[in-house]
């Protein structure tokens, strides 16, 4: 069973940056997508970032240039590097990843970024 544990959230004001992290285990043979959703108060959970093993990246528009993921795969670990955040950046922060060869899904337990002066 994969698991998937987020740090890295907090508050942080307009303008700042905050670093997420998201350490996978039980990642059996495989290969995974790994990226970063969000869900704002009373709104849908949003692709923020995907990332495939290879390193090819997917951001939403809403972070181009604002946002950049990462992933080291000898540590199992993704990171979300967040710059110049917006109020609007305020949700909770889901790490996600897909075994590719079954379309099997995994979610961590979110961490809250809240982003306000």
């Known amino acids: 069973q994969v698991q998937l544990v987020e740090s890295g959230g907090g508050l942080v004001q307009p303008g700042g940056s905050l670093r997420l992290s998201c350490a996978a285990s039980g990642m059996r043979d495989g290969i995974y997508l790994l990226g970063w959703y969000r869900q704002a108060p009373e709104k849908e959970r949003e692709l923020v970032a995907t990332?495939?093993?290879?390193?090819?990246?997917n951001s939403a528009d809403s972070v181009k240039g604002r946002f950049t993921i990462s992933r080291d795969n000898a540590k199992n670990t993704v990171y979300l590097q967040m710059n110049s955040l917006k109020p609007e950046d305020t949700a909770v922060y889901y790490c996600y990843a897909r075994r590719i060869l079954t379309n099997s899904d995994y979610w961590g337990q979110g961490t809250q970024v809240t982003v306000s002066s």
């Open positions: 990332i495939t093993s290879g390193g090819t990246t």
